[in-house]
């Protein structure tokens, strides 16, 4: 069975500082796509990574997918209260079923 | 931009009910799935469903469940006999054709049996 295990769960930080969470699996994917969930609201894609070591960034968020396309990294810069979510990291298993993590809850203090 | 819709946002029922949650995939998707995620826990996978049949289904996804697709827009997801345990946002996904194409995701429908 191919999980998505992410670290850490919870993850409490002071405003403009840095961070880094992470999405892990013994499996390859063959893509891994990051989303961002607001309570109550459903999973908003941020981004996909399909290349062994494709960086991808969007504004303050870099995302990193391992070279052996097991795991994958976000990492925030300067965080923002906006920020605050629950981010999850999800891909397709071999019939095609997209698994999600369990997510990192991330709340950025003011 | 388009965008998953689900629809009702919120529906409360009694157990024992039928229920019947719609979802408008994005229209040139032909991948759709069905989600469930409880309060503050992880979300579940429930049932994928391409060329007009399941291709898998979850243990979650008993005789309880169906799925339909109606017409060539609306995807269906139907729990015959509602339990408690069944409360939960429930999340329809769409996903086009290819190697590594993304879901997107609808806003989900809030089911609360009482």
């Known amino acids: 069975t191919q999980l998505l295990e992410q670290s850490p769960q919870f993850l409490s930080i002071q405003e403009g500082e840095n961070l880094t969470v992470y999405c892990n699996s013994s499996?390859?994917?063959?893509?891994l796509q990051w989303y961002r969930q607001e309570p109550g609201e459903g999973p908003v894609l941020l981004v996909t990574?399909?290349?062994?070591?494709e960086v991808k960034k969007l504004k303050r968020l870099t995302f990193q997918f391992g070279d052996a396309r097991k795991d994958s990294s976000l990492h925030i810069t300067a965080a923002q209260p906006g920020d605050t979510g629950l981010y999850l990291c999800?891909?397709?298993?071999?019939?095609?079923?997209?698994?999600f993590g369990k997510g990192t809850r991330l709340h950025i203090l003011p | 931009e388009p965008e998953v819709t689900q629809t009702p946002s919120h529906q409360v029922t009694q157990m024992g009910q039928e229920v019947i949650l719609r979802c408008v995939p994005i229209s040139n998707h032909l991948y759709f799935y069905w989600y469930r995620q409880i309060l503050g826990q992880k979300v579940e996978f429930l049932v994928s469903?391409?060329?007009?049949?399941?291709?898998?289904k979850s243990e979650i996804f008993d005789d309880q469940f169906s799925v339909e697709r109606p017409d060539g827009s609306n995807f269906t997801l139907k729990i015959r006999s509602t339990k408690l345990e069944d409360s939960a946002m429930y999340f329809c996904?769409?996903?086009?054709?290819?190697?590594?194409?993304?879901?997107?995701f609808g806003q989900g429908t809030r089911l609360t049996v009482v």
């Open positions: 990574v399909v290349t062994g070591g």
């Open positions: 996904a769409s996903r086009r054709d290819g190697e590594n194409t993304e879901a997107f």
């Open positions: 469903f391409y060329n007009n049949e399941i291709s898998e």
């Open positions: 999800a891909g397709p298993n071999r019939d095609d079923k997209i698994i």
């Open positions: 499996s390859v994917f063959s893509s």
